[in-house]
Nanobody, 125 residues
Framework: QVQLVESGGGLVQAGGSLRLSCVVSGRTISTSAMAWFRQAPGKGREFVAAVEGSSGLLKDYADFVKGRFTIFRDNTKNSAYLQMNSLKPEDTAVYYC?????????????????WGQGTQVTVSS
């Protein structure tokens, strides 16, 4: 059974930083793209960032996080991470990690096979 466990969320003041972690068990993720999505109260789940499988060199970011968030992976730990800097109150949401069906990045939720349960990020003003 594949499990994704996110951690690192919490309460932070605007301008602060958090690093989210996603540890995957039950399958190897080295050749699969990984992504982070988020869902704010009353809104749909939206794409945040994705990193390609294998090398992890190619990355994609939503416009609203470019320059502030960085996605990266560690295949030796079967994990992915999201470094979030310069946080804003509008970044408040539950953040979800996802494993793609294939190597290529995609912004579509349909491209992701496995999902974590989410970790809450709250940014106070």
């Amino acid at each position: 059974q594949v499990q994704l466990v996110e951690s690192g969320g919490g309460l932070v003041q605007a301008g602060g930083s958090l690093r989210l972690s996603c540890v995957v068990s039950g399958r190897t993720i080295s050749t699969s793209a990984m992504a982070w999505f988020r869902q704010a109260p009353g809104k749909g789940r939206e794409f945040v960032a994705a990193v390609e499988g294998s090398s992890g060199l190619l990355k994609d970011y939503a416009d609203f996080v470019k320059g502030r968030f960085t996605i990266f992976r560690d295949n030796t730990k079967n994990s992915a991470y999201l470094q979030m800097n310069s946080l804003k109150p509008e970044d408040t949401a539950v953040y979800y990690c996802a494993v793609a069906y294939g190597r290529d990045r995609t912004r579509s939720r349909l491209g992701y096979e496995h999902w974590g349960q989410g970790t809450q990020v709250t940014v106070s003003s």
